[in-house]
Structures are given as structure tokens and as C-alpha cells.
């Protein structure tokens, strides 16, 4: 079965330090990976996306993920957090190749502590 | 563009009201779903249409639901009668499925009360 996980329901980060928010996914087939962010009261925002490629994605706000085949793993990373970055973060993964269905994580909670 | 566009963003009704949500994709977008977000159930995709077809209403919790999308730019989704279980926020997104796209884009939401 196709499936997303993310381990940590709260990540606490000091404002400057670099922060890492992690995903690991399960499907059959090349992954299609996303982030998406929702502050309060507010719908989710598309970050970034891996489909193919550099290993390396850069998204928006100063975000990048790194995609690891051996590891299924997709962590989101930020080198140096912003208290503006406070939010909820979800990783996705698009379950087959022709199906337009993407599953999502349960999503972390992003604290970036002043 | 004005991005996925959803009415109304509150709503409060009795228990046994009918409700309707509406909303509209961004234009030239192929495929919409609607989402329902609560703080136990986190966040469960309900229904998704591609090409204003429905592909997958797996996640429609009972048959008190029931989502329509008659044109490219229009959808709704209708529940009848409410309960007060089914107080949360829907969220309706949009894609365009060609290429390298795939990623979803949302709508504000729509907050429901159920009293």
C-alpha cells in the first residue's frame, strides 16, 4: 500500500539554527513527492516538489528537500529558520503514475522559538 | 489569478440543515478534490474529480454526502442532513494532471459548524 509517514507531530527549532522536518514514504514505483504548508487558518501551500532529477529540490520561502531512493526519505530542510516559519508542514506522495491522487502525511507542527 | 476560490469561508447550521459548499478551480486546471479537515481526523480527501468526471469517492464518509461538478469551473459538495459530527473545514483544490505539474492547490476553506 501506498503510504506517507511523518514521525514527529512537533519539531522545536531556536530562530537562526537550521531546521529538519522528516518524511518517509512507501508506494510502488518512482515516487512523485510534495510539501505543503498551512498556516493558522488558512489553506495548504504548495513548497516544493521532487518528480525526477537533481536529488536536491529548492522551493519557496528559502526551503529545499532532499530526495533519498535508499532511505525513502524526503526530509524538508532550512538553513536557517525564520519565526515566521512557524507553522504546520505536510509531506505528500502521489500515489500512481496515472492516478492524480496524492496521499498525505499527518503533518508536524513547526515551532521556531525567538 | 485569483487561485481556487471558495463560498462560503463560515458556516453555521442547525443539525438536519442541508449544506452546500461551493467552489471554483483555478481556470485551465483538469482535476478537483475536496479534503476535510479536523484536529482528530487530520486531513482525508473525500472525493476527486478529473475532467468534471468523479474518479474516486472512497473517502465519502456516508451517503449524506454527495458532490457535483457540472462544468470545468464550478463543484459542490452537499451534505444532507447535517450532523454535528460533521463540523470541520473543507477544503476544495485544484491541479492541472499534464507534464511535470501534479501539485495541488488550495482553496481558503470552508469552515462548518454544526449545532
Known amino acids: 500500500a501506498q503510504s506517507v509517514a511523518q514521525p514527529e507531530d512537533q519539531v522545536n527549532v531556536a530562530e537562526g539554527n537550521p531546521l529538519t522536518v522528516k518524511c518517509t514514504y512507501s508506494v510502488s514505483g518512482n515516487p512523485y513527492l510534495f510539501w505543503y504548508v498551512q498556516y493558522p487558518n488558512r489553506g495548504l501551500q504548495f513548497l516544493l516538489k521532487y518528480i525526477t532529477g537533481d536529488n536536491l529540490v529548492k522551493g519557496s520561502y528559502g526551503f529545499e528537500a532532499e530526495f533519498n531512493k535508499s532511505q525513502t526519505s524526503f526530509h524538508l530542510k532550512k538553513p536557517s529558520a525564520l519565526v515566521s516559519d512557524s507553522a504546520l508542514y505536510f509531506c505528500?506522495?502521489?500515489?500512481?503514475?496515472?492516478?492524480?491522487?496524492?496521499?498525505f502525511g499527518k503533518g508536524t507542527r513547526l515551532h521556531i522559538l525567538p | 489569478d485569483a487561485g481556487v476560490i471558495q463560498s462560503p469561508r463560515h458556516e453555521v447550521t442547525e443539525m438536519g440543515q442541508e449544506v452546500t459548499l461551493r467552489c471554483k478551480p483555478i481556470?485551465?486546471?483538469?482535476?478537483l478534490f475536496w479534503y476535510r479537515q479536523t484536529m482528530m481526523r487530520g486531513l482525508e480527501l473525500l472525493i476527486y474529480?478529473?475532467?468534471?468526471?468523479?474518479?474516486?469517492d472512497s473517502g465519502m464518509p456516508e451517503d449524506r454526502f454527495s458532490a457535483k461538478m457540472p462544468n470545468a469551473s464550478f463543484s459542490t459538495l452537499k451534505i444532507q442532513p447535517s450532523e454535528p459530527r460533521d463540523s470541520a473545514v473543507y477544503f476544495c483544490?485544484?491541479?492541472?494532471?499534464?507534464?511535470?505539474?501534479?501539485?495541488?492547490?488550495f482553496g481558503p476553506g470552508t469552515r462548518l459548524t454544526v449545532t
Open positions: 483544490a485544484s491541479s492541472l494532471a499534464f507534464g511535470e505539474s501534479y501539485e495541488q492547490y
Open positions: 474529480f478529473n475532467n468534471n468526471v468523479p474518479i474516486d
Open positions: 481556470s485551465g486546471h483538469n482535476s
Open positions: 505528500a506522495v502521489r500515489v500512481l503514475p496515472r492516478d492524480d491522487k496524492i496521499i
